[in-house]
T-cell receptor, first 118, second 114 residues
Framework: AQKITQTQPGMFVQEKEAVTLDCTYD???????LFWYKQPSSGEMIFLIY??????QNATEGRYSLNFQKARKSANLVISASQLGDSAMYFC???????????????FGKGTKLSVIP | NAGVMQNPRHLVRRRGQEARLRCSPM?????VYWYRQLPEEGLKFMVY????????ESGMPKERFSAEFPKEGPSILRIQQVVRGDSAAYFC????????????FGEGSRLTVL
């Protein structure tokens, strides 16, 4: 079974609108972490936001917020007020096990290509 | 994150040659991870190293691939006798010993095997 599922291969959003990128995960661990990364066409991986499984509040970082629904095992990324520079691939990733356990082996989804339309 | 330095950014090799990819972690980081990204795919974990130690190599192919992180100098991912299927982007990431919740990635090294 896929550990990280991103069901939207591609998404379009109008500039200045909000967009939600879906991510569901599968783990039997009680302690885990969820990440979102942005990969622009230049190829680098840019960290956006992190949510720990025990965090009670949804993570927010500027225009990025993570809609964490633990019972549904979903961790959707919400980008508010989209900008042209947001056009990129977006990857959801999971670390299983406690954060201090040592290995930061992340499992990545296949990504969603976001295109922002002027 | 510009703090993790990878080189070369692009590497072209013919089948059967060796590829060496280097990674200098962020200053103060002693944990290095290598990931591989095939075209149209997400990143896949390969190996996790600390200085002079391989901690987890569960994602490394059994043959032709090796990694090291010596006491001095960058971490090296070495691919011997490359084949076309090795063409991919190889990313290095680092973190400090304490937990910050964030793994910092380099810009990747893109290997093309002709």
């Amino acid at each position: 079974a896929q550990k990280i599922t991103q069901t939207q291969p591609g998404m379009f959003v109008q500039e200045k609108e909000a967009v939600t990128l879906d991510c569901t995960y599968d783990t039997s661990d009680q302690s885990y972490g969820l990440f979102w990364y942005k990969q622009p066409s230049s190829g680098e991986m840019i960290f956006l936001i992190y949510q720990g499984s025990y965090d009670e509040q949804n993570a927010t970082e500027g225009r990025y917020s993570l809609n964490f629904q633990k019972a549904r095992k979903s961790a959707n990324l919400v980008i508010s007020a989209s900008q042209l520079g947001d056009s990129a691939m977006y990857f959801c990733a999971m670390r299983e096990g406690p954060s201090g356990a040592g290995s930061y082996q992340l499992t990545f989804g296949k990504g969603t290509k976001l295109s922002v339309i002027p | 994150n510009a703090g993790v330095m990878q080189n070369p950014r692009h590497l072209v090799r013919r089948r059967g040659q060796e590829a060496r990819l280097r990674c200098s972690p962020m200053k103060g980081h002693s944990h290095v991870y290598w990931y591989r990204q095939l075209p149209e795919e997400g990143l896949k974990f390969m190996v996790y190293l600390q200085k002079e130690n391989i901690i987890d190599e569960s994602g490394m192919p059994k043959e032709r691939f090796s990694a090291e992180f010596p006491k001095e100098g960058p971490s090296i991912l070495r691919i011997q006798q490359v084949v076309r299927g090795d063409s991919a982007a190889y990313f290095c990431a680092s973190k400090s010993g304490s937990d910050t919740g964030e793994l910092f990635f380099g810009e990747g090294s893109r290997l093309t095997v002709l």
